[in-house]
Nanobody, 124 residues
Framework: QVQLVESGGGSVQTGGSLRLSCAATGYSVSGFCMGWFRQAPGKEREWVSSISTVGITSYTDSVKGRFTISSDYAKNGLLLQMNSLQPEDTAMYYC??????????????????WGQGTQVTVSS
């Protein structure tokens, strides 16, 4: 059974940093696209960043230059380093694994598995 477990969320002030981790069990992340999505209260879940099956990284415009996604092969998972956090980054962050055969994870339609989420709160 595939499971994705996130950790690393928390509360920080504007300009602070957090590092999110995602550990996958039940399958190997190698060969699958993976990504991070977030959902703020009252809003739809949105794509934040992802790594393709060949290691190409992508970011939504609002986090470019501030967030860095990387694979954590030692822990069979995914990382998201978030710097210069802003109040608008406040959301539940979800780790996601792509549908087998999908090269990119750029929308919810590309996702086969979701983690339970970790809360990120940025105060001004």
């Amino acid at each position: 059974q595939v499971q994705l477990v996130e950790s690393g969320g928390g509360s920080v002030q504007t300009g602070g940093s957090l590092r999110l981790s995602c550990a996958a069990t039940g399958y190997s992340v190698s060969g699958f696209c993976m990504g991070w999505f977030r959902q703020a209260p009252g809003k739809e879940r949105e794509w934040v960043s992802s790594i393709s099956t060949v290691g190409i990284t992508s970011y939504t415009d609002s986090v470019k230059g501030r967030f860095t996604i990387s694979s954590d092969y030692a822990k069979n998972g995914l990382l998201l380093q978030m710097n210069s956090l802003q109040p608008e980054d406040t959301a539940m962050y979800y780790c996601a694994a792509g549908i087998p055969g999908r090269e990119y994870c750029l929308s919810r339609d590309d996702i086969a598995f979701w983690g339970q989420g970790t809360q990120v709160t940025v105060s001004s």
